[in-house]
């Protein structure tokens, strides 16, 4: 079975600089930061709002690529969400889940408690019966590089469950400190502004 | 709810520039929720629970747009740690408007909003104004949005029994 790291690797050779990434808190923030430099990062979406939160840029900025680095115990929190993905379609987002089915395992050297993914559901046919067409599970870098490919190229959502393994064993060396929410809320919303020409962060307006 | 006041809550929105809203369709605000997904100049985007629209405004504040969260007193709750964590620990804004089920004078039994609803946001620390009457709808949304996006805080609209029905 895969490693999250290897994945992340892969992700990170082959995404286009100008794709938004939304990251779920844990790992999935954690190691992307240390692999890659890019201002189209947004970190540490926390439990349930990954997804949604990547699904809400992508509506409003319909014309750039999106991409929500999810977790399985993330996303299940608010597995609705898939619906409402589904039946408005953005034809420019894309749902990576890694799924190490279990809570917590990816900060001990022993797994944590299962999440539902340990047991009987599915991500992949979740995803699939809640309306998005384009929805697979993949095991390894190989698949993981042909369905982004595939997902970057192609129109409408697209769901992409990486079965990954139990535990981050494998690790990216820390090397330099992650911007913490705020810090990174300038950043990225000063990147968009740049790059889309949209007023996010206000007037800036002085008083006193 | 009588239409004409829907259309203020609408009319303030658009007023405010508000041009994005997500939210769960709520039985006394209803009329609200209809106009919104009619309307061609402001987004709703209905999601599964509250939680969820909170994350979709969040994402959609980010690629520009003034969204506003259009939430029950029951659906604050469900949105409260979504929203304690983008208020806190993000400072994104994003404008919440609540018709308040449950104000002292509601004869309905709904008094566990009054408990929730003003604490909960204090809790939160979620400015609110509370509008009693209908010609104050319009300029407190504006207020509100206003405030919200120069200090980067998500602020409340409370829109009380007097001013809705």
């Known amino acids: 079975m895969v490693s999250r790291l290897t994945l992340l690797k892969e992700l990170a050779a082959i995404i286009p600089n100008d794709v938004l990434v939304v990251s779920s808190i844990g790992n999935n923030s954690g190691f992307w930061g240390q692999l890659t430099e890019r201002e189209a990062n947004l970190f540490h979406a926390t439990l349930g709002m990954c997804t949604p939160a990547a699904f809400g840029l992508a509506l409003a900025l319909p014309n750039r690529r999106v991409l929500a680095l999810d977790s399985d115990g993330n996303l299940i929190l608010n597995l609705g969400v898939l619906g409402t993905v589904a039946n408005e379609n953005p034809k420019n987002l894309t749902i990576l889940v890694m799924d190490n089915r279990n809570y917590l395992g990816s900060h001990k050297d022993e797994p944590g408690m299962p999440t539902a993914t340990a047991g009987k559901m599915n991500l992949a046919e979740v995803a699939k019966a809640c309306g998005i067409a384009n929805a697979c599970t993949i095991q390894d870098a190989a698949g993981l590089r042909a369905e982004i490919h595939k997902a970057l190229a192609g129109s409408g959502a697209h769901f992409i469950c990486a079965s990954i393994e139990e535990l981050d064993n494998d690790r990216p060396p820390r090397t330099k400190r992650l911007a913490d929410p705020r810090e990174n809320k300038y950043q990225f919303a000063g990147y968009i502004q740049r790059t889309e020409g949209v007023e996010i962060l206000g007037s800036g307006l002085g008083g006193g | ?165």
Request: net charge negative; charged share 25%; hydrophobic share 45%.
């Open chain 2, 1 to 165: 709810m009588k239409l004409e006041k829907a259309q203020l809550v609408v009319q303030g929105l658009k007023e405010a520039g508000v041009d994005f809203t997500a939210g769960v369709p709520d039985a006394q605000f209803i009329e609200v929720y209809k106009m919104l997904a009619d309307d061609p100049d402001i987004r709703y985007v209905g999601t599964a629970n509250e939680a969820e629209a909170v994350g979709v405004g969040f994402g959609a504040w980010f690629g520009g747009k003034k969204p506003a969260l259009i939430l029950a007193t029951s659906g604050l709750l469900v949105a409260t740690y979504h929203l304690a964590r983008i208020n806190i620990l993000h400072e994104v804004p994003l404008l919440v408007v609540i018709p308040y089920r449950g104000d002292i004078g509601d004869p309905r039994w709904l008094g566990l909003y009054k408990k929730t609803t003003e604490p909960g946001l204090n809790a939160m620390d979620i400015p609110y104004r509370i509008v009693s009457r209908p010609g104050d709808i319009v300029r407190t949304i504006k207020e509100c949005n206003e405030s919200a996006r120069a200090w980067l805080k998500c602020i409340a609209v409370i829109l009380n029994e007097e001013a809705l029905w």
